[in-house]
Structures are given as structure tokens and as C-alpha cells.
């Protein structure tokens, strides 16, 4: 099976525009969730979409918003960019294994606010 | 807030050598996963171990995981320079399987 895409895998936005990142998950994987990686913060969670529906929220500003459409395939959306928002964005789709659940994450996308 | 806390943060050893990293967390979890991500790339999922697992293997990897200290480690044997990488432990939040946290992560170096 093909991983989790991620596009673009650049981008490079000024402070006030907005930005949209895609992610196609692993065929089959109805579970799409995001992350914000940055030096200072790690690892932060964005949100989870699941069947098209936003499932959970992590701590972020109403500028973070996304979507998922019915094949599965999941847009982040951020609105009136900050320089503090650059950051490297991973998309995971999530497989069920035996009542446990795995991540598997794209590549990525590294915005970088100017 | 991080559930994951990660030690060392930075490892440094030479190819053929052990490397062992370890993670601590701070709620009851039904499982654990370790991930590795190489320079500013995406997370490789390596190993998931469930709360009623002690050990398992995967490969040159051998998880432990210790629920009475809320603790892990991941051991990774005989290293080699392509084992350069960070490594994060991550736990998911209560019941929401769609969400994460990870530790801080350990930095690996592996000198050839």
C-alpha cells in the first residue's frame, strides 16, 4: 500500500495570508490526524477528522481549522499566518490492530512564515 | 503538556554499540508506540507495546515497558549509522485512539 502523502512539502507564506496543506491517508484508514512540530513546542496535536467529522481539538487558535472529505482524504487550513506558526505539519492516518491503534505519518509539510 | 518525558535527551555512541533511551509518562495508558524521525522528515512508526506487554521485539529493537513506574525503554542493538535519528515515545489520550502526545524526544548519534 502507498503511505500517507503529504503536499506541498514546502511552502513558504508571508505573516497574513492563510495556507492550505493536503493529506491523503493509507487507503483503508478512515482516521486522519494533525500535528504541529516546532523546536521550541515538540510535538503538538492538532486535530483528528474520522469519517469526515472532527472527532478531537487540540490547544489552538480558531485560525487552525480542517476538514476531511468522504474519501478520507483531509485539508488543514491556516488563516492569517504568524511568524510563530512556522513549523513542519504531519498528517498520520490511523490503523485499528487488535484494540490497538497505529499512527503512520506522511512526510510532512515545512511552512516557513516570512 | 507533555505525557511523554524522554532520557537522555541526546545520545551519542559509536556503530556496533547499544543505544538505550527511555521514556516516562504520566497517565494509565493501554499502550505506547516509539516512532523515529530522521532529520526534519515524518515519524517512522517502529513499535507499539500494550499496557498487559512487558517486552517485545521487533528487529535490532527491543521495547520494555514498566506500567507500575509508567515507564519505557527502547534498546536498540549492535547501532549503526543509519540508527542516527531522533526517537519519541508517544501515548494516546485517554480514549480518543486519533490523538497523541509525545515525549520530548531523544536525539541519536551513531559515530561510524
Known amino acids: 500500500k502507498a503511505g500517507v502523502t503529504q503536499t506541498p512539502r514546502y511552502l513558504i507564506k508571508t505573516r497574513g495570508q492563510q495556507v492550505t496543506l493536503s493529506c491523503s491517508p493509507i487507503s483503508g484508514h478512515r482516521s486522519v490526524s494533525w500535528y504541529q512540530q516546532t523546536p521550541g513546542q515538540g510535538l503538538q496535536f492538532l486535530f483528528e477528522y474520522f469519517s469526515e467529522t472532527q472527532r478531537n481539538k487540540g490547544n489552538f487558535p480558531g485560525r487552525f481549522s480542517g476538514r476531511q472529505f468522504s474519501n478520507s482524504r483531509s485539508e488543514m487550513n491556516v488563516s492569517t499566518l504568524e511568524l510563530g506558526d512556522s513549523a513542519l505539519y504531519l498528517c498520520?492516518?490511523?490503523?485499528?490492530?487488535?484494540?490497538?491503534?497505529?499512527?503512520?505519518f506522511g512526510p510532512g509539510t515545512r511552512l516557513t512564515v516570512t | 503538556s507533555q505525557q511523554g518525558e524522554e532520557d537522555p535527551q541526546a545520545l551519542s555512541i559509536q556503530e556496533g554499540e547499544n543505544a538505550t533511551m527511555n521514556c516516562s509518562y504520566k497517565?494509565?495508558?493501554?499502550?505506547l508506540q516509539w516512532y523515529r524521525q530522521n532529520s526534519g522528515r515524518g515519524l517512522v512508526h517502529l513499535i507499539l507495546?500494550?499496557?498487559?506487554?512487558r517486552e517485545k521485539h521487533s528487529g535490532r529493537l527491543r521495547v520494555t515497558l514498566d506500567t507500575s513506574k509508567k515507564s519505557s525503554s527502547l534498546l536498540i542493538t549492535a547501532s549503526r549509522a543509519a540508527d542516527t535519528a531522533s526517537y519519541f515515545c508517544?501515548?494516546?489520550?485517554?480514549?480518543?485512539?486519533?490523538?497523541?502526545?509525545f515525549g520530548q524526544g531523544t536525539i541519536l548519534t551513531v559515530h561510524p
Open positions: 508517544a501515548t494516546p489520550s485517554g480514549t480518543s485512539y486519533g490523538k497523541l502526545t
Open positions: 507495546i500494550r499496557s498487559n506487554e
Open positions: 498520520a492516518s490511523t490503523r485499528r490492530l487488535a484494540g490497538a491503534y497505529e499512527q503512520y
Open positions: 497517565t494509565s495508558i493501554n499502550n
